[in-house]
């Protein structure tokens, strides 16, 4: 059946073209990602798709949305768990969390999101969260930005192969606690 001879009423489409989008973007980034394909793999017409996300460019930043609120959830999560060194472990979740989704995590902080910055409320309120909640763990501004450049660029190190690891988990640590 095509997708043409289906209803349009899907239940939750929006939410079927963010799941197709996530795998769309672990199979093969963000770079041959369409809105069309998202949208058969949701079994639905690209029309439907366009319903919902006016291009590509806007499923790929509600993609972004969802990944920073996972992305938060899991340091949240991380640090919850060692409180009593809740920087340390929210720094080893940073770095899990770029290698375990590296096309969600390079879109994140990609520059279609970095241009969405103040035109994207959903997208700032969850990048915002998240980075209020490893500043409240840093303790002070300054403190949180050298956390994160050393988790983020130890993360793009990894993800791009420049920094060879067998033990990758034993790396960050070591690296964290020094």
């Given amino acids: 059946m095509s997708t043409s001879d289906r209803p349009y009423h899907h239940g939750d489409l929006r ?18 990602f369409a809105l069309r394909e998202a949208a058969r793999r949701a079994g639905v017409t690209a029309a439907a798709a366009y319903r919902h996300f006016p ?13 920073y609120a996972a ?14 060194d809740a920087l340390n472990a929210m720094g080893e979740a940073y770095v899990r969390f770029a290698l375990d989704r590296p096309a969600r995590f390079r879109l994140m902080f990609g520059p279609l999101v970095a241009a969405s910055r ?6 700032d309120a969850a990048r915002d969260a998240t980075f209020r909640a ?11 930005l050298r956390a994160w450049g ?9 993800i791009d192969g420049a920094l060879p690891a067998d033990e990758p988990a034993a790396l960050i640590r070591e690296l964290l606690q020094a």
Avoid: S, Y
Avoid at 15 to 32: H, I, P, Q, R, V
Avoid at 150 to 158: E, S, Y
């Fill in 118 to 123: 103040g035109r994207n409320a959903a997208l």
């Fill in 15 to 32: 939410a079927a073209l963010l799941d197709a989008g996530d795998t769309l973007l672990d199979e093969g980034g963000n770079g041959g």
């Fill in 134 to 144: 490893l500043q409240d763990a840093a303790g002070d501004r300054p403190r949180a």
């Fill in 150 to 158: 050393l988790v983020h660029g130890l993360a793009m190190l990894l």
């Fill in 55 to 67: 291009d590509k460019d806007a499923l790929l930043l509600a993609l972004a949305a969802r990944g």
């Fill in 71 to 84: 992305f938060g959830r899991t340091m949240g999560e991380a640090a919850a768990a060692i409180p009593t």
